[in-house]
């Protein structure tokens, strides 16, 4: 289903001001490898879903410490944005970029076993000359 462009900007200002916050006057060094990946904010502003990429080692704790750090995000977002209610915030992983790795490392890995299959095949035809 294709967002509305108002829907966008509201998802992305979600997104800027949490990304802001976890950047800004979040102070825990087990965050500084987190980046905010994206938000999706219910149509009546009460629930913003917000999307996170980290180390894959260390996915609960990060969650853990995003649920507990919710009332220093909401604040920001209730100063920052002129909405009439500030969304309750509900953290979840993203994976894609967990994903996007082990598809390189897959594509990789092909590539090298086909170098070395063709490294074989050539040294299998000179000895045959």
Same mark, same amino acid.
């Given at each position: 289903?294709? +967002?509305? @462009? ?6 992305? +200002?979600?997104? +800027?001001?949490?990304? %802001?916050? !976890? *950047? ?9 490898? #987190? ?33 507990? @750090? ?17 969304? %309750? !915030?509900?953290?979840? *992983?993203?994976?894609? #970029? ?6 390189? +490392? ?10 070395? !299959?063709?490294? !074989?095949?050539?040294?299998?035809? @000179?000895?045959?000359?």
């Amino acid at each position: 289903m294709k +967002q509305k @462009a108002s829907s966008k900007r509201v998802n992305e +200002q979600a997104r +800027q001001v949490i990304a %802001e916050t !976890l *950047l800004f006057e979040i102070s825990d060094p087990r965050l500084r490898l #987190v980046t905010v990946t994206d938000c999706e904010v219910s149509f009546d502003r009460s629930v913003c879903n917000v999307y996170v990429s980290a180390d894959s080692a260390s996915y609960d704790t990060v969650l853990d410490i995003l649920k507990r @750090a919710t009332p220093k995000f909401r604040s920001s977002i209730g100063k920052k944005l002129s909405w009439r209610v500030v969304p %309750e !915030l509900r953290f979840m *992983l993203d994976t894609s #970029v967990d994903q996007a790795q082990a598809i390189t +490392q897959a594509l990789m890995r092909e590539r090298k076993r086909r170098e070395q !299959l063709n490294n !074989l095949q050539e040294d299998g035809g @000179a000895h045959d000359e």
